[in-house]
């Protein structure tokens, strides 16, 4: 009978050594929200991981650039850990965001972890599947229908009534109009005005700009504000001095019309400007106040390069 319970102890053992090893895998999961966004929102990828207490885990730190790539990561944060039987759970999330659109893939992910405390020190990966985010752009590309043509409506009055009213109110606008005029012209002779030289367009420039390093960066609209206002008075210089519609264009247009007045890098010290601004106005793209003050100083070495310089003849004659 005790050789028959060995054998049966030793059966039993060999059983569950299988089990036991199957037992110390860590597991993981990881869940995505939401699944469709718009460029530059934020895309939340929840970690969950369960393990030994003695298994040491090495997960992408918030400054990785590869881990999650296209994707970028924003933030990183441990929302809770809890430990029960010799097990630890744990969940993180990676606050990620993208400036693409179209379907986006977050590759997938291989977790590293060592056993503490055991003589082999060889690392174990876990493999998280791949995950895909449809990313759709700040337009509005819906299609809606065409409402149908409103038959016609009869006029209350004659037509000959809208003609005559019409009459009367134009040769009532011009006569004002020209009473105005009559008296403007009269004050004028009356009073005139000194003449003052118009401030040529690299000062105004500069002048404003300067301007922009009381503004305060403490939120997001003020972000929107300072780069508004920086593009804007950079389209105005372009318009005035270059002699460029950029008031009215985009950016690549913009670029585009200076390609014969400017050089590539003059070009591309512009382009680094607008296309920041860009990010801020329409993709919520969150700049450090750093960025913003480089962005500033860049925009003013580039007006300064348009600044005529004095000759040196003139310079030596009023010495």
Not at 19 to 29: C, E, P, R
Request: hydrophobic letters at 40%.
């Amino acid at each position: 009978m005790n050789r028959l319970a060995l054998i049966f102890l030793i059966a039993c053992s060999l059983l569950l050594t299988p089990v036991a090893i199957v037992a110390q895998q860590a597991k993981a999961s990881v869940e995505i929200t939401p699944d469709t966004c718009l460029i530059g929102d934020n895309v939340f990828y929840l970690l969950s991981i369960t393990h030994y207490e003695t298994q040491l885990f090495s997960l992408p730190s918030d400054t990785d650039e590869v881990a999650f790539y296209p994707f970028e990561i924003r933030s990183r944060k441990k929302l809770f850990e809890e430990e029960r039987d010799g097990f630890t759970t744990e969940r993180w999330q990676y606050t990620l965001t993208i400036f693409d659109t179209g379907a986006q893939i977050i590759p997938p992910l291989d977790l590293r972890y060592v056993q503490i405390g055991k003589s082999d020190s060889s690392e174990t990966v876990l493999k998280l599947d791949s995950k895909t985010i449809y990313v759709r752009s700040v337009l509005d590309t819906t299609v809606k229908d065409i409402a149908d043509i409103k038959p016609l409506q009869s006029l209350p009055l004659p037509a000959w009534v809208y003609v005559v009213s019409a009459v009367v109110l134009l040769l009532l606008i011009g006569g004002g109009y020209w009473l105005f005029k009559l008296w403007q012209k009269h004050r004028q002779a009356e009073k005139p005005k000194p003449v003052v030289p118009e401030k040529p367009p690299y000062q105004i420039a500069l002048e404003k700009l300067a301007a922009l390093d009381a503004y305060p960066l403490d939120s997001q609209d003020d972000f929107k504000k300072f780069y508004s206002d920086l593009s804007d008075i950079l389209r105005e210089f372009i318009e005035r001095y270059y002699r460029v519609p950029a008031l009215e264009q985009i950016t690549s247009e913009i670029l585009y019309s200076l390609r014969t007045k400017l050089s590539s890098e003059q070009i591309e010290r512009y382009r680094q400007v607008f296309e920041r601004a860009d990010l801020v106005k329409f993709a919520k793209f969150y700049p450090s106040k750093i960025e913003a003050r480089e962005s500033l100083s860049l925009s003013k070495a580039i007006i300064e390069d348009a600044t005529p310089k004095l000759e040196p003849s003139a310079t030596a004659s009023k010495l």
